[in-house]
């Protein structure tokens, strides 16, 4: 690294065997990219600090007394990388449980990649003995979701039904797959999970968050209000107690909380 009075300069080179700079030679430089200093939180030794982390880049910053230096390092087609690795993976020791197939799917779910062999590995999920398939909430979900994603509506509504009336289904997961189809857009939908919960799960916190919401969505304030106030009445800590209560002030005053 050389500083400078309005940057530094961060070389790589492809001698990574010499130490220090004493030998440095610039025609082993790999890369130089420019960067900042900043302050930092007092180091006493040389430390080096992953000070960002995302799937798809990293921020990495030298660390010394109260200096850092940070730079950033991305990679392209990241997706595609973690993809590769999750099929190699599968076919390994990971590949005979459910957890892993499942886990995998959503991955692909989540990202929008790799979408018709993540549909592959979501029914394997669900029923490949050699996989240790097993039908259970999370793994009828997650196939439903890649059925959707794959263009099969039918099927997938067919799944999702079957996972919510799953034994397996809690609570929370059911509350959880109403939330996800309110941030889609399918209030209606949404609103007919809130009301299986609520069948389900009668009088439980969850139930009533959902039954807010999904009234709220469909314009019903009143009935939105009435379930708030339940809601606040069960919240299982004050987090979750205050933010009930500022909802409570925007049905009162006649407004949308979705």
């Known amino acids: 690294m050389i500083p400078g009075q309005d940057g530094w300069t961060v070389i790589f080179s492809k001698d990574a065997s010499s130490w ?16 900042k200093a900043a302050k930092s939180d007092y180091h006493e030794w040389l430390t080096y600090e992953f000070t960002e982390r995302e799937p798809a880049k990293a921020t990495v910053a030298l660390k010394w007394e109260d ?6 390092i991305t990679v392209e087609g990241v997706d595609a990388l973690w993809v590769e690795n999750l099929r190699k993976d599968l076919r390994q020791w990971s590949g005979f ?29 669900v029923s490949d003995p050699y996989a240790g398939g097993e039908e259970n909430f999370v793994t009828l979900s997650t196939l ?46 949404a609103l007919v999970i809130f009301q299986l919960n609520a069948k ?42 205050k933010n009930l209560k500022s909802l409570i002030e925007q049905l009162e005053a006649g407004k949308a909380i979705n």
Not at 67 to 72: A, G, M, N, V
Request: net charge neutral; charged share 20%.
């Open 67 to 72: 200096l850092q230096i940070p730079f950033s």
């Open 97 to 125: 449980s459910w957890q892993n197939w499942q886990q995998a799917a959503a991955f692909c779910a989540a990202s929008k990649v790799n979408l018709p062999e993540a549909l592959t590995w979501a029914e394997r999920s």
């Open 200 to 241: 389900r799960y009668p009088d439980q916190w969850p139930v009533h968050v959902g039954l807010m919401r999904g009234y709220s969505a469909m314009g019903d304030q009143k009935k939105a209000l009435q379930e708030a106030k339940l809601a606040v009445a069960q919240a299982p800590d004050e987090g979750n107690r």
């Open 20 to 35: 220090g700079s004493y030998w440095y030679d610039p025609k082993n430089d790999a890369l130089r990219v420019q960067t």
């Open 144 to 189: 439903s979701q890649l059925q959707s994603l794959n263009g099969h509506e039918a099927e997938a509504t067919k799944t999702l039904d079957k996972a919510l009336h799953h034994p397996t289904a809690t609570v929370l997961q059911i509350h959880v797959a109403g939330r996800q189809l309110l941030a889609e857009g399918k209030k209606e939908q």
